[in-house]
């Protein structure tokens, strides 16, 4: 079994920045990607930015040059660093690891951007 622990979401004004956490723990003997996906009131679970095993990074157009994504060196915590947070920022934040093919996911942070 997996436990992902997340946190480090709020309330922050547009402009302002976040940084996420999700501390994974329990059977991670191969963690293929970890990856931070949001949802909004009303729409889709949307992938954000992933970092798999060998440390390369993908992002969604929409923060692009705005969030970045990194792990610790033990590569059992993963960080999302989101700067000139938008309103249209504001979700649901999903932590989720592929260990060793099988998906798993955190319990979800709230960030909240106001105009």
């Known amino acids: 079994q997996v436990q992902l622990v997340e946190s480090g979401g709020g309330l922050v004004r547009a402009g302002g920045s976040l940084r996420l956490s999700c501390a994974a723990s329990?059977?991670?003997?191969?963690?293929?990607?970890m990856n931070w996906y949001r949802q909004a009131p009303g729409k889709g679970r949307e992938l954000v930015a992933a970092i798999n095993s060998g440390g390369s990074t993908n992002y969604a157009d929409s923060v692009k040059g705005r969030f970045t994504i990194s792990r610790d060196i033990g590569k059992t915590t993963v960080y999302l660093q989101m700067n000139s947070l938008k309103p249209e920022d504001t979700a649901a934040y999903y932590c989720?690891?592929?260990?060793?093919?099988?998906?798993?996911w955190g319990q979800g942070t709230q960030v909240t951007v106001s105009s």
């Open positions: 329990g059977n991670i003997y191969r963690i293929n990607s």
């Open positions: 989720n690891l592929d260990v060793g093919g099988r998906p798993y």
